[in-house]
């Protein structure tokens, strides 16, 4: 195992802990409200796992077509990397919806987690995919590498973001 592997694997454990002691430090403090959903949340929300599920389902299909089939080409992105934008994809697609339906966040949240530690999330990932972008190591010999994993999760949660400022627009249109 080289130094950038065992450095990636640390960084995913350390993210996953930064969740887990954010997640129990607003649990602890309770800044939304009860984060209940209602009969039609649920129903909207079990839509959205469909949605995102069938996108990876599909998405497979059509991996697993591509590496049975010779067809010509070579698709030109590294595995892990693929496999990170065919992971993504799916949770971007339910997150959207959910929000689009009003599913996102129970009936009486405010959403001001979210918006905080979205923003974070999306810092946290814009700042290396640039830095990517800038030396070059996002695309090595002509393939897109895991260096742009930082960079497709800072647009997913970009997109995220934007779908919440839309939803919220929305409504303070509407009252």
Do not use: W
Not at 117 to 141: K, Q, T
């Amino acid at each position: 195992m080289n130094d950038y592997t065992l450095g990636y694997i640390c960084g995913i454990l350390a993210v996953l802990l930064i969740a887990v002691v954010v997640r129990v430090i607003f649990r602890k403090k309770k800044m939304d409200c009860k984060e209940g959903f209602d009969e039609r949340q649920l129903f909207e929300r079990g839509n959205a796992y469909k949605l995102g599920f069938t996108t990876f389902m599909i998405e497979f299909a059509i991996y697993i077509l591509y590496a049975l089939g010779d067809f010509g080409f070579e698709i030109p992105v590294e595995p892990a990397a693929l496999a990170s934008i065919a992971l993504f994809i799916p949770v971007t697609i339910f997150c959207v919806y959910a929000v689009r339906h009003d599913a996102f966040m129970g009936y009486n949240a405010t959403g001001k987690n979210f918006y905080v530690l979205y923003i974070l999330a999306f810092v946290l990932n814009i700042i290396p995919g640039i830095m990517s972008i800038c030396d070059g190591s996002i695309i090595e010999d002509g393939m897109l590498t895991l260096h742009s994993t930082n960079l497709i999760v800072a647009i997913m949660f970009g997109g995220i973001l934007l779908a919440l400022y839309v939803k919220n627009k929305e409504d303070k249109e509407e009252e």
